[in-house]
């Protein structure tokens, strides 16, 4: 993500958590229930070129759900 200068001081870690899935596989799983949990039964993730990998991660994290 790119911030100008001044957007910085806006971006702290509480409001990255409150706004994205950026968490430990625990962490995330537990967010995820809460989503679904509060009637949303379907969730996309973007994943960036080069980071395909990432897919398995999500794979794991979602069996657990």
Request: no cysteine; hydrophobic share 45%; net charge negative.
């Amino acid at each position: 993500m790119f911030l100008r200068e001044e957007e910085k001081a806006l971006i702290t870690p509480e409001f990255v958590q409150a706004t994205t899935l950026s968490a430990s596989p625990d962490e995330l799983v537990d967010r995820i229930r809460q989503i679904y949990e509060a009637g949303y039964h379907q969730i996309a993730i973007q994943l960036v070129p080069g980071e395909e990998s990432a897919l398995e991660d999500w794979a794991e994290v979602f069996a657990r759900v």
